[in-house]
């Protein structure tokens, strides 16, 4: 039973930080009243790139590659909302067709249908303190990225919750032109939050390039850009919020992984279909059962517009 819960544990954590850093990317964003559902473009754009980049520079070149290419998608979107004041939701859906249909162009073209070259995946940590200890050697073996991943949201939540940039940005969300009146400006705290959110999107994504996989494939991210914005909204638009619920989603992905390779004999019985759908059934689960008790900032969504003040 044990063996069973270390592996579980192990596999919840290969998937988990590129779910989280998508999620507290998310939740930057739409904290500064910029709706982002493309997440999941600006997380595949962040893995094509970081899996090309590894091709010929070291990986984590690569993972650098993957966040700039996440906040140029990004720059594209804060561009679009920001500037020009489209509907956000458009723009958001806009930038998850432009990269599907780009980098599968562009796999196609480069390296062809099933994927880049394998690459050097990131280095894994095999900690001797922890490595022969029953059911804490889970945490041992993986890549840095884990391990930022499970501190990022307390340094996040101690940015938006104990410093003046925090302040502003969630009243940005809530009331910009009210930090208007106070001399700042809500365009460069909105793109702020838009960068950082494409750049968190984008390590998301080479995370799972670099780090889970080896390589891009065609069908990455697979539906967890998607999913992270599922995370940011049962977490409540706060990071500590996202971090338990990407977890709690991490954790049934791995569920599915365990349950394909412990138990074939369940394929007998249960259709492959079903545990492939398994993670994004959860999500559903749990968004029905919020319903509207969501916290959702005031502005979110609402274009700024100065002369309105």
Not at 53 to 71: E, K, Y
Request: glycine share 12%.
């Amino acid at each position: 039973m044990l063996e069973i819960i270390e592996a579980l544990l192990s596999s919840t954590l290969e998937y988990f930080p590129s779910l989280l850093f998508a999620a507290l990317g998310a939740t930057l964003c739409e904290r500064s009243g910029v709706v982002n559902v493309g997440v999941e473009g600006m997380m595949r754009a962040g893995a094509f790139c970081a899996a090309v980049a590894a091709i010929t520079f070291p990986t984590p070149v690569g993972v650098l590659m993957g966040m700039a290419a996440g906040a140029g998608m990004a720059a594209i979107h804060g561009y679009l909302c920001i500037r020009w004041r489209s509907d956000q939701v458009v723009s958001g859906m806009a930038i998850n067709l432009v990269a599907l249909a780009g980098g599968t162009y562009l796999l196609e073209s480069l390296y062809g249908p099933n994927g880049t070259p394998p690459i050097h995946q990131l280095t894994r940590w095999h900690l001797p303190g922890l490595s022969e200890v029953p059911l804490l050697r889970a945490f041992s073996g993986h890549s840095a990225l884990t391990w930022i991943a499970l501190v990022l949201p307390f340094v996040f939540h101690g940015l938006l919750y104990r410093t003046p940039l925090g302040l502003r940005l969630r009243a940005v969300g809530e009331k910009p032109h009210a930090v208007a009146t106070l001399g700042l400006s809500v365009t460069g705290l909105r793109w702020l939050a838009v960068l950082g959110s494409g750049m968190l999107a984008g390590l998301g994504g080479a995370t799972l390039s670099t780090a889970v996989l080896d390589r891009f494939e065609q069908h990455t991210p697979a539906g967890l850009g998607f999913m992270a914005l599922a995370a940011m909204v049962f977490g409540r638009w706060t990071p500590l919020g996202a971090f338990l619920a990407a977890l709690f989603f991490a954790t049934g992905n791995a569920l599915r992984i365990g349950l394909a390779s412990s138990a074939p004999g369940l394929l007998e019985v249960v259709p492959q279909g079903f545990l492939l759908a398994l993670p994004y059934v959860l999500t559903l689960a749990v968004l029905a059962f919020q319903g509207q008790r969501t916290h959702a900032p005031a502005a979110l969504g609402t274009p700024y517009e100065q002369e309105s003040r």
